[in-house]
Nanobody, 123 residues
């Protein structure tokens, strides 16, 4: 069966960095665009970044552009999110997702959702 497992979250001081990873199994990596979403209680789920199946196209929300970098290694069935210059507003649960359509990620839907990993930014 398909499974996505996110990891790498933790407690980090503002200005620090984290690298989140998502390892997939049960699917052909190149056939799926991947994305990272984040959610905080009381707020709507936010699309942070997305990357095409081949890794040739990527995008970021305005709030993270310049600080976050998405990448993937299909040979290792892994998509990563490098987070630099962490801010308090980055605190959230982060979820990776797989979707057949790179365009449809913008609608907030996905074919598969991964295990969330918590990022907490301290003072």
């Amino acid at each position: 069966q398909v499974r996505l497992v996110g990891s790498g979250g933790g407690l980090v001081q503002a200005g620090g960095s984290l690298r989140l990873s998502c390892v997939s199994s049960g699917l052909t990596s190149r056939s799926y665009a991947m994305a990272w979403f984040r959610q905080t209680p009381g707020k709507e789920r936010e699309l942070v970044s997305r990357i095409s199946g081949s890794g040739g196209i990527s995008g970021y929300s305005d709030s993270v552009k310049g600080r976050f970098t998405i990448s993937r290694d299909n040979a290792k069935n892994t998509v990563s999110l490098q987070i630099d210059v962490l801010k308090h507003e980055d605190t959230a649960d982060y979820y990776c997702a797989a979707v057949r359509s790179y365009q449809n990620i913008l609608e907030g839907s996905a074919d598969y959702w991964g295990q969330g990993t918590q990022v907490t930014v301290s003072s």
